[in-house]
């Protein structure tokens, strides 16, 4: 599976982004997909994931209310809204897909290049 992120951009404090994950795959439908994140100096860390057939989504304490994470099986795509950003969520963010546990890298097989997201405040 063959990844794209993008979507990525330089935005105000409190504006909103929406980063896009496509797939080349004609078995995406069959992963999970997660974003996770990686800002300058720390661990990359994750962000929202969602399973499957989308009908179940997970996010990290730090997004939850302000990020929603969709899919749509048929374009092969995934997107992550981003509202209400803050300086604290500028990264480079990656979207994966695999079948693992969703909230840990190692659940993931395949990543994108990622996106760059700048919040200034």
């Known amino acids: 599976v063959q990844l794209q992120a993008s979507g990525g951009g330089l935005v105000q404090a409190g504006g909103s982004l929406r980063l896009s994950c496509a797939a080349s795959?004609?078995?995406?439908?069959?992963?999970?997909v997660g974003w996770f994140r990686q800002a300058p100096g720390k661990e990359r860390e994750f962000v929202a994931a969602?399973?499957?057939?989308?009908?179940?989504?997970y996010y990290a304490d730090s997004v939850k209310g302000r990020f929603t994470i969709s899919r749509d099986n048929a374009k092969k795509t995934v997107n992550l809204q981003m509202n209400s950003l803050k300086p604290e969520d500028t990264a480079v963010y990656y979207c994966?897909?695999?079948?693992?546990?969703?909230?840990?890298?190692?659940?993931?097989?395949?990543w994108g290049q990622g996106t760059l997201v700048t919040v200034s405040s």
């Open positions: 969602i399973n499957w057939f989308g009908g179940n989504t």
């Open positions: 994966a897909a695999g079948v693992g546990r969703v909230e840990f890298e190692t659940g993931y097989g395949f």
């Open positions: 795959a004609r078995t995406f439908s069959s992963y999970a």
